[in-house]
């Protein structure tokens, strides 16, 4: 397998919520914040060559968001990042992209499915051959999200990715991706997180998602306050953790602002990163 990571539109979240119960006066070590207590976040995706198709795994944020909701959610750029990255890693375009897996369907991981916002314009999916993988347990949370976290799932993408009759549900394993794909599943973020284990020649990697989105949640107590269930998840990531020190595996991350991949180590009885990896290009 052949391997980019693929930075798509940046955003900026409350330092608050992304570290959870952690004091600012810790966290802020990790992530400097800006005035606003803002931190700076990558919403990057993983690019895979394997034989002969072309697999994505997530599309960020994107370009969807009106100005009011881009500005509330603080993203950076108006255009469509994670397109042009796409053409300047692989010389590829959306068209050309065969999968898309998507870990779950909040609009940070899901987002990039929709073409850039234009007044007036209905919301436009992209990727016209590319078959849209997804967990049944995150596709049902998508379609009736609970109230405490439907303002993190878009609308009108699970009427457009059944439209599109691309959509496979996956309860285990993906007949799309065959057995070269495992999946661990998590509901301590969200009911339904499918983390795809990707095998690489320096050993697996696991696409980490919101289960562990950057470096500093590698360590067990941290968890955002957006997490359903901190606690389960924290169980979640010691298990996951675990098995990848064991096995010489990696995390991939979608959210930290400076490091797309690391191998799973422990020092001083605590996991942590080693190797870290800013960018993965054809490795």
């Not at 320096?202 to 359903?228: E, F, N, Q």
């Not at 996951?240 to 991350?253: I, P, Q, S, V, Y």
Request: proline share 7%.
């Amino acid at each position: 397998m052949r391997l980019w990571s693929i930075e798509g539109n940046r955003q900026r979240l409350d330092g608050g919520a992304m570290f959870g119960n952690a004091p600012r006066a810790l966290w802020q070590k990790w992530v400097a914040p800006d005035a606003e207590g803002r931190i700076p976040l990558s919403c990057r995706a993983l690019l895979v060559e394997h034989r002969g198709k072309w697999l994505l795994f997530e599309t960020g944020i994107g370009a969807f968001f009106p100005p009011r909701l881009r500005e509330r959610y603080g993203v950076e750029e108006e255009e469509h990042v994670l397109l042009a990255s796409l053409q300047r890693a692989a010389n590829l375009t959306h068209e050309d992209i065969d999968v898309v897996v998507l870990s779950h369907l909040h609009f940070d991981h899901a987002g990039g499915l929709l073409a850039p916002y234009r007044e007036g314009a209905p919301a436009e999916l992209l990727f016209p051959k590319a078959t849209f993988v997804v967990s049944r347990v995150a596709w049902e949370r998508a379609r009736a999200p609970h109230a405490r976290d439907h303002a993190s799932f878009i609308d009108e993408l699970p009427r457009l990715l059944e439209r599109s009759g691309r959509l496979e549900i996956v309860d285990q394993r993906s007949a799309t991706l065959g057995d070269d794909i495992r999946f661990h599943f998590s509901d301590g973020h969200t009911p339904g997180l499918m983390l795809a284990e990707i095998p690489t020649s320096r050993g697996p990697m696991v696409y980490a998602s919101d289960l562990v989105p950057g470096k500093p949640w590698m360590h067990l107590p941290i968890t955002m306050g957006y997490d359903r269930f901190p606690e389960k998840l924290i169980d979640e990531k010691r298990a996951l953790l675990t098995e990848l020190l064991a096995r010489g595996g990696w995390l991939f991350f979608t959210h930290d602002p400076d490091t797309a991949a690391c191998r799973v180590a422990m020092e001083g009885g605590r996991f942590g990163p080693s190797e870290p990896t800013p960018v993965l290009a054809d490795s």
